[in-house]
């Protein structure tokens, strides 16, 4: 029996229902006290990409100013035109090694040059991953530093047919040099992370079973100062069962979303898909689970058919014809046209959505940054990359077309960490910052 006891208490022990008994369960996934309320504004970054250059002629607007007809592309996005901000004439101008997909898509976010690496490209020279972080998990960085801001999750990366292959052309987020993050382009599977608490649950109601079996067990043998000290760890367990027994959505400002089911990850789906990982991204707000979020259609040299579009090319394939083949032009601006009812479904959810706790919607308190990575396909061109912002709250003055002297697309990645509150003097390669954020205020 002293074995039994030895072995059993080592294993509370290691349970941590002894001395570490609040620092282990604080730590069991997803049981942890609810996050507390933050202090309103939040601030919500959203960057979503669309691949394969845009069809210029149909995207950016004539004028500048706040007196601006939206273009084909662009038509879409009517309803938040006075919350909308075109930038023509932001530039991806970070060389080095990698074909310009390689350096469009992971120095779009990072701002800086690609690793030496063996991945071949184009005719250009082969690269590697990123040297450093990009600015959105550098900003999940900063709210994650501060407890007013911090939230369960920091930053939630999704995909929508983006494969499982792993290489330049499909990441476009990294946590630090060499470290490319992977978006989840499965729903379910960011659904079981962001609520997936049964299991974890389970698990732990069969080890607290086991626990009270132990301390009823042991109680008789020890001495009074141990006997409290186990009648303490017996109230932690009726407390964790208590808990355990409450539902697991109770905490949350919004249930989570119904998702339909036996929806495959395949190329024709991917417009239900969308819509699936928009649900979710705006539940994440509604329930502060972050406050970044990225959200990547296809990758790079996306081959995806919009066959729900009645296109049976695939989209790189289509991005290489020749401004003259105006067959190629007109499948073209269907698919940035849909890419840009995308981000307007977004957009609306975000609108439609109350604050929770505060006043207003979701949108007053979110910047969405549609981009991509390249300005136009069958050039191959970094120059004019499409930058679209659309929403509030972050210091911006919304509601113009804005053409700039073809600056480092660096300095617009500081621009958004200083409107966050995070005034670092570069970002990326320091000479593509050194004139410091853009005036979009």
């Not at 732990?204 to 132990?214: F, S």
Request: hydrophobic share 35%; proline share 7%; aromatic share 6%.
């Amino acid at each position: 029996m002293n074995d039994l006891m030895h072995t059993r208490r080592a294993f509370l022990r290691n349970l941590g229902l002894s001395a570490s008994a609040a620092p282990f369960l604080s730590q069991l996934p997803y049981l942890g006290a609810s996050p507390v309320v933050k202090a309103a504004p939040k601030q919500r970054l959203v960057i979503v990409f669309s691949p394969n250059g845009t069809i210029p002629k149909h995207f950016w607007p004539d004028q500048q100013g706040n007196d601006f007809e939206l273009k084909r592309i662009l038509k879409p996005l009517e309803p938040f035109q006075d919350r909308l901000l075109t930038l023509r004439g932001v530039c991806n101008k970070i060389g080095g090694d990698g074909d310009r997909h390689m350096r469009g898509m992971s120095c779009l976010l990072t701002g800086i040059e690609l690793f030496p690496g063996n991945i071949q490209g184009g005719s250009d020279t082969p690269a590697g991953w990123a040297k450093g972080i990009s600015i959105d998990q550098e900003l999940k960085n900063h709210f994650q530093a501060n407890n007013k801001t911090r939230t369960r999750f920091g930053s939630l990366n999704l995909g929508v047919g983006v494969t499982d292959r792993a290489d330049p052309w499909t990441r476009m987020s990294y946590a630090g040099p060499n470290q490319p993050v992977a978006p989840i382009d499965d729903p379910y599977q960011a659904y079981r992370k962001l609520y997936g608490k049964g299991r974890e649950r389970k698990s732990v109601h069969g080890i607290l079973d086991d626990v009270r079996a132990d301390l009823a067990q042991i109680a008789p043998r020890l001495a009074p100062n141990d006997r409290h000290l186990l009648e303490q760890h017996a109230k932690l367990v009726s407390r964790m069962e208590k808990d355990l027994a409450t539902d697991s959505n109770a905490s949350l400002q919004a249930p989570p979303p119904e998702l339909p089911a036996g929806i495959t990850n395949q190329n024709d789906n991917l417009p239900t898909l969308a819509r699936m990982q928009s649900d979710m991204l705006v539940n994440t707000f509604v329930n502060d689970f972050a406050r970044v979020a990225t959200l990547q259609f296809t990758k790079s040299v996306g081959q995806a058919k919009m066959n729900w579009l009645e296109i049976e090319k695939g989209h790189h394939s289509l991005s290489h014809e020749p401004d003259g083949n105006a067959d190629a032009v007109a499948d073209l601006t269907k698919i940035n046209t849909w890419f840009a009812g995308e981000v307007a479904n977004l957009a609306k959810k975000l609108a439609d959505t109350p604050e929770p706790g505060g006043t207003g919607c979701l949108l007053d308190n979110t910047l969405i940054v549609w981009t991509n990575e390249l300005g136009k396909g069958n050039n191959h061109t970094l120059n004019d990359v499409p930058f679209v912002l659309i929403g509030s709250g972050w210091g911006f003055r919304m509601g113009r077309s804005l053409r700039l002297p073809g600056v480092p697309h660096n300095r617009l990645l500081l621009s958004l960490a200083h409107a966050a509150g995070h005034p670092i003097e570069t970002f990326g390669n320091p000479k593509l910052s050194a004139r410091g954020p853009l005036d979009l205020g």
